[in-house]
């Protein structure tokens, strides 16, 4: 152990000296060379060299303070912690990111041509004996977190994918990076050409503020680049699911708030947990942003506040249900796919409508968390059937769940009623929450099945409904409503759609899941359009909503067709 920390200490005292010598345009010179005149200028007035880093693995705080004395090093704040570092670290030695706790510290330092720079010093505790030690090992050997840093002058976004495709012509290849929420700064990290002088291997942009959307582009042509990596990546993302839905059921999201930090003895009092454990989770969760950690504590994030119970467009109930049944028949994907059985009816012996309604409790999640993904709606009481629609024109939500939709149309037109289809239990559920948003005098409900589509409306809507069922149950479904609709009605289909070109959407993830949980499947405009055709409707036009959603408009072909499919 003593010998490893004078190692780090020489290391850490290499550091300083280059640091203390080289100014932005040389050490520019020397990481890319080839790069001169006024694209060398260019980048000069753009960024700052700022900072030459490395890993460090002292036994205790102590050693790491004895260690940045004996090199002149004055830390003047208390470590922070590293988002990036540590989540490279849990990649690259198969282990969980909340093991590692990693810390930063940049003491500064005076430089021969007048400037004042920084020693960042990435520091994980490696206790005598730890199982860490063959982490430092490695590390040690490897240097894979040595680097040298420049700060992004102008945090443009056309400046930033600028200086990404400079680096690019001269060498440098993408190797990471993140954002890290505790200062809010996202770094690009590049590998040096192999011709590079400087002696760094690994160069970093540093940028202040939130820049993930160039980050992304950066990040997928790394992960090109590392295919292991991407695939551990990808292979830990049932962990997410199961600490979100493990973050929801003890209800640690409405025990914090965004306002200030709370500490984690606190905290777990709070909610029943036990405090390492509950700290375990929390840094594990700040990792992707739905917490953030400071000295105090945690504290929710934005994106965090969306698992509290009474967060408006509280997302807490999807939560229990993919962490809860639905991730329970995901196991079957695999049947799923051989057989084309569906992996819910395998996993609890019945279709899902009928085995959440054997359950209050489970159906009213189920209808809770349907009712989770509204943001899907915001646009739609702007659609131009409900604006154009005459006074005291129907709204027919058909298997409306619980009146989230229905509620959202008649609060933006007063001059609208609404009548709600949906099984018995749902049909009350609807009935005291639009009652509650005092839409009771405008409003009507059925219970019962497609087949009893009400006729007479002028506007109908389908939301979320047809990706449920295979063709022929979908063309059911439509014939009944094109048998209720008069000839100047409209239909509303709110669904999913699979883009044409292929492009990434959510639409390719719920085709999955429809398929393991219910048997249905999402569809493209044109394939809608043909079961549209088969039931005597046509499609009019399509409009993008939030989350990847679209509402297809539909009207009566001509007389309604509800014979039979040849």
């Known amino acids: 152990m003593i010998t490893a920390l004078s190692g780090d200490t020489s290391r850490l005292r290499a550091t300083v000296g280059f640091v203390k010598e080289q100014d932005t345009t040389t050490l520019l010179q020397l990481l890319l060379p080839g790069l001169d005149g006024p694209e060398l200028r260019a980048l000069a007035e753009r960024c700052d060299f700022s900072h030459a880093a490395l890993l460090v693995f002292p036994p205790d705080e102590a050693a790491l303070s004895a260690a940045l004395a004996d090199c002149g090093l004055v830390a003047d704040a208390p470590p922070r912690p590293s988002v990036v570092v540590r989540e490279r670290l849990a990649v690259r030695h198969g282990r969980s990111a909340a093991e590692l706790d990693v810390g930063i510290l940049r003491p500064a330092v005076e430089c021969l041509d007048g400037a004042r720079r920084m020693v960042e010093v990435f520091a994980l505790t490696v206790p005598p004996g730890s199982d860490l030690d063959t982490v430092a090992a490695h590390e040690r050997e490897h240097q894979h977190e040595t ?93 997410t699911t199961q600490a979100l839905a493990a973050f929801a059921r003890l209800e640690v999201a409405d025990a914090m708030d965004e306002d200030r930090s709370v500490d984690v003895a606190e905290l777990a009092c709070d909610v029943g947990a036990l405090a390492p454990n509950l700290a375990t989770l929390l840094r594990y969760l700040a990792m992707l942003g739905v917490v953030s950690e400071d000295r105090d504590g945690f504290r929710l994030t934005a994106t965090g506040r969306l698992l509290r119970a009474d967060a408006e467009g509280s997302m807490r109930a999807l939560a229990l249900m993919y962490g809860g049944p639905f991730y329970e028949s995901f196991a079957g994907l695999d049947h799923t796919v051989r057989t084309g059985q569906v992996a819910f009816e395998r996993r609890f012996g019945e279709n899902h409508f009928d085995h959440f309604a054997r359950d209050p409790a489970l159906a009213e999640l189920f209808d809770r968390s349907m009712a989770a993904g509204s943001r899907m709606f915001d646009p739609l009481p702007v659609h131009p059937v409900l604006t154009a629609a005459a006074e005291g024109a129907t709204v027919v939500d058909v298997a409306g769940g619980d009146g989230e939709l229905l509620g959202r ?131 009019v036009g399509v409009s993008a909503l939030p989350l990847d959603g679209s509402v297809l408009h539909v009207r009566r072909t001509g007389p309604a067709n509800t014979g039979s499919k040849p």
């Not at 945090?155 to 290849?173: N, Q, S």
């Not at 990290?189 to 942009?205: C, D, I, M, N, Q």
Request: glycine share 8%; proline share 6%; charged share 25%.
């Open 409 to 539: 149309i008649l609060s933006a037109h007063p001059r609208l009623h609404g009548l709600l289809l949906e099984r018995p239990h749902t049909v009350e559920t609807a009935r005291r929450l639009l009652g509650a948003a005092g839409h009771a005098e405008r409003c009507a409900f059925r219970a019962g099945d497609f087949a009893d589509v009400p006729a007479g409306g002028d506007v109908y809507v389908l939301s979320r409904v047809l990706h449920d069922w295979d063709d022929d149950r979908c063309i059911e479904i439509l014939r009944h409503c094109a048998r209720a609709m008069p000839p100047a009605a409209d239909l509303l289909v709110i669904e999913r759609v699979l883009p044409a070109d292929g492009s990434a959407s959510l639409a390719t993830a719920w085709d999955l899941h429809m398929m393991c949980n219910v048997g249905g499947r999402e569809r493209s405009a044109a394939h809608y359009a043909r079961l549209f055709a088969e039931a005597g409707l046509t499609l």
């Open 147 to 239: 680097h040298v840093a420049f700060e992004v002058t102008t945090p443009d976004p056309l400046v930033l994918r600028g200086l990404c495709a400079a680096f690019g012509r001269y060498g440098a290849t993408p190797d990471g990076g993140g954002y890290n929420p505790h200062e809010n700064g996202t770094v690009f990290y590049f590998s040096a050409p192999a011709e590079a002088k400087a002696g760094y291997r690994r160069v970093e942009l540093y940028v202040p503020g939130d820049h993930r959307d160039v980050l992304a582009a950066h990040l997928d042509e790394h992960r090109r680049r590392q295919p292991a990596e991407s695939l551990l990546r990808l292979l830990t993302g049932a962990w």
